[in-house]
């Protein structure tokens, strides 16, 4: 079973950094994208960034320039995403998911997308 297991987040004055950690357990194919999103209270979930197998990164407009998003493989399979964020402001606070978009084998011959979810890490800024 996949499990995505998020870790770095905690409460942080505003200016500060906090680096965001997830990581992929059990058997998958293949990773296409992994991405980080965060709901704040009363607010809808959103895409933070993603970033793609061969490494392209993918930012919304309120987090470019202080958020950088990273991975690493194992035997060519994304299963670490890093978030590293900068200049943190108190509109930043949410709870941040990560998420991954890739395939998992039915069997030999067929495969299936699949999408799997953190149960998410929260992001206090305080001002």
């Known amino acids: 079973q996949v ?26 194919f293949s990773i296409n994208v992994l991405g980080w999103y965060r709901q704040a209270p009363g607010k809808q979930r959103e895409l933070v960034a993603s970033i793609t197998y061969d490494g392209t990164p993918t930012y919304t407009d ?3 320039d202080r ?3 990273s991975s690493e493989k194992v035997e060519n399979v ?3 995403t890093y978030l590293q964020m900068n200049s943190l402001q108190p509109e930043d606070t949410a709870v941040y998911f990560c998420h991954l978009e890739g395939f998992e084998e039915v ?7 699949v999408d799997y979810w ?10």
Do not use: H, P, W, Y
């Open 107 to 113: 069997d030999k011959s067929n495969l299936r997308s």
């Open 3 to 28: 499990q995505l297991v998020e870790s770095g987040g905690g409460l942080v004055q505003a200016g500060g950094s906090l680096r965001l950690s997830c990581v992929v357990s059990g058997s998958i």
């Open 78 to 80: 994304m299963k670490t």
């Open 62 to 64: 309120s987090v470019k």
């Open 67 to 69: 958020f950088a998003i």
């Open 118 to 127: 953190g149960k998410g890490t929260l992001v206090t800024v305080s001002s």
